[in-house]
């Protein structure tokens, strides 16, 4: 079972401030996705990264894909309230079909 | 509104119990996903259908089932729920076009008393 692990867990900061939240494993993924969840919703996805080492843009998130292909990290600019919800990170595996495995998420709170 | 329909949008029901959960895709999309998610959890797969068969299994537990019907939706069978079963569950229809993209219902949050 491939494991994806998000850290930090939890996260509050103040409107304006930066933040990075990372995606980690030790197996090498095929591609790997950023997910939006908010409360009473499902996850609306963000960014699909595919090569090692790609960067992409949406506004002020900036989605990193490690040079390995095992970890991943997003970066927000300036954050908002409107910024605040469940990022999840979902990992697919070269060979495991279009199975794609989710990390624990980092709950993010951006207060005015 | 990502066009996956999930009813009902809440249930609770008693421990021992059996519960039906639906799920309908996106118009077009053949593939259905079911996952759990519990409390401050990340989504746990369950099982995967493409086009009626059964395409994967993740850790889905003995008491639960599901099936996809010849018009796409399908459900999700939930027997002899205990506690530790209560959670939102989710189903999501994957995008034929991009053939990456996961639509996510607005999902089943079952309370198990």
């Known amino acids: 079972t491939q494991l994806l692990e998000q850290s930090p867990q939890f996260l509050s900061i103040q409107e304006g401030e930066n933040l990075t939240v990372y995606c980690n494993s030790s197996s090498v993924f095929s591609s790997l996705q950023w997910y939006r969840q908010e409360p009473g919703e499902g996850p609306v996805l963000l960014v699909t990264?595919?090569?090692?080492?790609e960067v992409k843009k949406l506004k002020r998130l900036t989605f990193q894909f490690g040079d390995a292909r095992k970890d991943s990290s997003l970066h927000i600019t300036a954050a908002q309230t409107g910024d605040t919800g469940l990022y999840l990170c979902?990992?697919?595996?070269?060979?495991?079909?279009?199975?794609?495995?989710f990390g624990g998420g980092t709950r993010l709170m951006v207060k005015p | 509104d990502s066009g996956v329909t999930q009813t009902p949008k809440h249930l609770i029901t008693a421990t021992g119990q059996r519960v039906t959960l639906r799920c309908s895709p996106r118009?077009?999309?053949?593939?259905v996903y079911w996952y759990q998610q519990s409390l401050d959890q990340g989504l746990q797969f369950l099982i995967q259908y493409y086009n009626g068969e059964e395409r994967a299994k993740g850790n889905i537990l003995e008491r639960f089932s599901a099936q996809q019907f010849p018009d796409l939706h399908s459900e999700l069978n939930l027997s002899s729920l205990e506690l530790g079963d209560s959670a939102l569950y989710f189903c999501?229809?994957?995008?034929?076009?991009?053939?990456?993209?996961?639509?996510f219902g607005n999902g089943t949050r079952l309370t198990v008393t």
């Open positions: 999501a229809s994957r995008d034929e076009k991009t053939g990456s993209t996961l639509h």
């Open positions: 990264v595919v090569t090692g080492g």
């Open positions: 118009s077009g999309d053949l593939s």
């Open positions: 979902a990992g697919r595996s070269p060979g495991a079909g279009n199975m794609l495995t």
